[in-house]
């Protein structure tokens, strides 16, 4: 089963940031915090990780909280092309000898003109 | 540099029939994992290999297998197919076994009728 939380749904205006929330209240102190995302008929594209400090990249930013239990992903200027389902996960990328990746329901993020 | 190559990217089957699913990862990668989304189950995961080995397997029936060839390329192949198994196959290439980012294919979309 996922270990995360998200909102099914939620709504931006193109060029606003947009903030999506994950609770991981059960992390644990290996496991490092993942988001793809999947625009609709693609296949899932990674965005960013991280394990506890805020993370950026060219796609987004990733702060999580100082007890790890939450973290939100940041787009900091939304264009409609941003408009996917958005999947958190966590996984321990160094232990288990796996990639296997276990995905929740995601957020369906909708880009509004 | 190439991305993740599933072929064919569509098939239609007939209940009863069997079907070969083919993924040609990012060169250089030794890692491929498969994955089946339905609207009902979403994302789930089906195995994972690593240099012509399974390391991991969801918990499909034994009608859904797969396998790695020397050049990392990878087939699934499900027998005797039933309505249900209808979905989005994707696969996944990751560098190593222990690695921190997966790069998904676009992916086969399966309709058994």
């Known amino acids: 089963d996922a270990k995360t939380t998200q909102p099914p749904s939620m709504d931006c205006a193109e060029g606003r940031a947009a903030n999506l929330p994950c609770n991981h209240s059960?992390?644990?102190?290996?496991?490092?915090v993942y988001w793809y995302r999947q625009i609709h008929s693609q296949g899932p594209q990674y965005i960013i990780h991280?394990?506890?400090n805020n993370e950026t990249n060219e796609m987004a930013s990733l702060i999580i909280t100082e007890d790890r239990k939450s973290s939100t992903l940041i787009l900091p200027h939304a264009t409609l092309r941003d408009t996917a389902v958005y999947y958190c996960?966590?996984?321990?990328?160094?232990?288990?000898?796996?990639?296997?990746?276990?995905f929740g329901t995601g957020t369906l993020l909708a880009v509004q003109p | 540099k190439a991305g993740v190559t599933q072929t064919p990217r569509y098939l239609i089957k007939t209940r009863g029939q069997q079907v070969t699913l083919s993924c040609s990862p990012i060169?250089?990668?030794?890692?491929v994992s498969w994955y089946q989304q339905t609207p009902g189950q979403g994302l789930q995961f089906l195995f994972e290999?690593?240099?012509?080995?399974?390391?991991n397997k969801g918990n499909f029936p034994g009608r859904f297998s797969g396998r790695q060839f020397s050049n990392s390329r990878s087939e699934m192949n499900v027998s005797t197919l039933e309505l249900g198994d209808s979905a989005l196959y994707l696969c996944?290439?990751?560098?190593?076994?222990?690695?921190?980012?997966?790069?998904f294919g676009q992916g086969t979309r399966l309709t058994v009728v």
């Open positions: 996944a290439s990751s560098l190593e076994v222990l690695n921190t980012e997966a790069f």
């Open positions: 059960t992390i644990s102190g290996n496991e490092y």
């Open positions: 991280g394990l506890k």
């Open positions: 996960i966590v996984r321990d990328p160094y232990g288990g000898a796996t990639n296997k990746l276990i």
């Open positions: 060169s250089g990668h030794r890692s």
């Open positions: 290999y690593f240099s012509e080995t399974q390391r």
